[in-house]
């Protein structure tokens, strides 16, 4: 770890201890990019950028290109007051004139899987893949030119089976298969096809290259098992994905850093706390998202069984209407927001 990688985790990890809604799990996708961990991250320039005073660092993000888009990213951005964060911010611009390039997007982290979204409001603890930072940074990007902004949904599990059980539907030609983690990184192989045929029809969303997933669920594979990645399947062939897990920030003490060791020891200790399933990416190609959607949100309540007490979603642009729709109908109401900036420069 070089030092500019170990200045940048430090002011993090103090940025946000004794923070009651922060989990240090966010983390794991912090370092994959700031240490340049996978492929992906390999391939992108990544640059730590920083603003200090003669009393320290005042405010730091990471500036990303990722290869093959037009624009660069203000990732992982912390700021301790508005000033550094202005500061901070040109800096950013700067660079992306020098780079050649037109446009710079912030809230950001890499892509669109390894997360997106500066967090506006929030009234509980950090779940687990949902992106987290102080509350009231959305001030220092309010003269961006374009903002797009994000929401989770939560409720009550037996509500959200009440509601699914009054919408009748037919389903009939679709079945829905538990992955084969024998066979993971194939399995992961296909989420990725999928979701980039479908969620990669998203604001922001980029093509992914092989073994994309696999590095980022890898880690997680000790936590899972194949329920956990539902597909559906019709005429012989996987339509769609959808991938859920424990919110396991719910077994975890707020506002203090975790290695990936002390974390798995956590939740192993404390994982009857985790009373939240996290639903946290679905796609389903499109002459399938009716039927297809319904048939394997019903499986996955099925999958869950009666563990948990609440069910969040991860974020869903809210410009994507039927999405929203379909989500504030069957999962409940918004529980979280987010936004990203864009600036034309």
Known sequence: MTKTTRVFKNFRKEMYRGDELYAGTAEFVTDML???????????TVIPLAEESAEGRQAQCLWIHARGTDYAQIAFFDA???E????????????TRKKGLGRIVAGLNGHLSYGVG?????????????CYNKLGYSEYFKDFDIVRTLSAYRCEVKEARRRLDEVRFDTSGYAVRTAD?????????????????????????????CGHFYELLKDMKILLSGKNLLFLTYGGKDVGFLFWHPDYNGAIKAGKPYSAFSFALSYALRRSR??????????VESEHRGLGTLALLRAFEKSIGDRFEYIETNFVWDDNKKSALLNRKLLGEVCRTFAVYEEIL
């Open 34 to 44: 700031v240490e340049q961990t996978t492929n992906f991250a390999k391939k992108c």
């Open 80 to 82: 301790q007051n508005k």
């Open 84 to 95: 550094s964060a202005k500061c901070l911010i040109e800096k950013a611009k700067a660079i």
């Open 118 to 130: 500066i967090l506006t409001s929030a009234k509980s603890k950090n779940t687990f893949d949902s």
């Open 181 to 209: 983690f024998s066979k993971f990184y194939d399995e992961c192989e296909t989420m990725r096809r999928i979701c980039d045929g479908t969620i990669g029809e998203t604001y922001l969303y980029e093509p992914t290259e």
């Open 274 to 283: 985790a009373d939240t399933v996290k639903l946290n990416s679905i796609g």
